[in-house]
T-cell receptor, first 114, second 111 residues
């Protein structure tokens, strides 16, 4: 596609429910990144994929968070048993490869946990 | 420990004047630096970048300066336009790895 696509754009859920956020990177981009931006905060790194493998999961805040990438393309970020502190904008970015520094971002998914 | 800091949360500039946004970092391993611009309800948009082997990179109205000894970089916008009003994020990386972002500076350009 022309850019990084994320869905849904907005998600409202109840505390304790599981949510799945989807990212479709730019076609041909092999590296994919997840970040989140909490209210009034900067962007916080969550996880990085090169192809289908995740060499860096260091940013995942707890074991309730997981992500996968299949076919070297679409990625899903799953948050289990959501908590109110999970409320944030979740942003996905992609780049041409591991050695490429410029990352291109999607519009994000705004998650609200009630 | 914030490795990338933008100490000014906001900046107001008159149209046509220069906007200077500043960023400081602590990790000497960073070798690539980027500026992103963000409008509300949109993702960050890449603006300009600089490698640590350079001290200046220019692209139209935008120039990024890097002072490695001071671990400081700045973004200059000349002349500033109302459409430049947005939140600007400084980011740094060790090549190929995740970006570490500053907290952002909200720029307001007044007509």
């Amino acid at each position: 596609g022309a850019g990084v696509s994320q869905s849904p754009s907005n998600k409202v859920t109840e505390k304790g429910k599981d949510v799945e956020l989807r990212c479709d990177p730019i076609s041909g981009h092999t590296a994919l990144y997840w970040y989140r931006q909490s209210l009034g905060q900067g962007l916080e790194f969550l996880i990085y994929f090169q192809g289908n493998s995740a060499p860096d999961k260091s940013g995942l805040p707890s074991d309730r968070f997981s992500a996968e990438r299949t076919g070297g393309s679409v990625s899903t970020l799953t948050i289990q048993r959501t908590q109110q502190e999970d409320s944030a904008v979740y942003l996905c970015a992609s780049s041409r490869g591991a050695s490429q520094n410029i990352q291109y971002f999607g519009a994000g998914t705004r998650l609200s946990v009630l | 420990d914030q490795q990338v800091k933008q100490n000014s949360p906001s900046l107001s500039v008159q149209e046509g004047r220069i906007s200077i946004l500043n960023c400081d970092y602590t990790n000497s391993m960073f070798d690539y630096f980027l500026w992103y611009k963000k409008y509300p309800a949109e993702g960050p948009t890449f603006l300009i970048s600089i490698s640590s082997i350079k001290d200046k990179n220019e692209d139209g109205r935008f120039t990024v300066f890097l002072n490695k000894s001071a671990k400081h970089l700045s973004l200059h916008i000349v002349p500033s336009q109302p459409g430049d009003s947005a939140v600007y994020f400084c980011a740094a990386s060790v090549t190929g790895n995740m970006l570490t972002f500053g907290g952002g500076t909200r720029l307001m350009v007044k007509p």
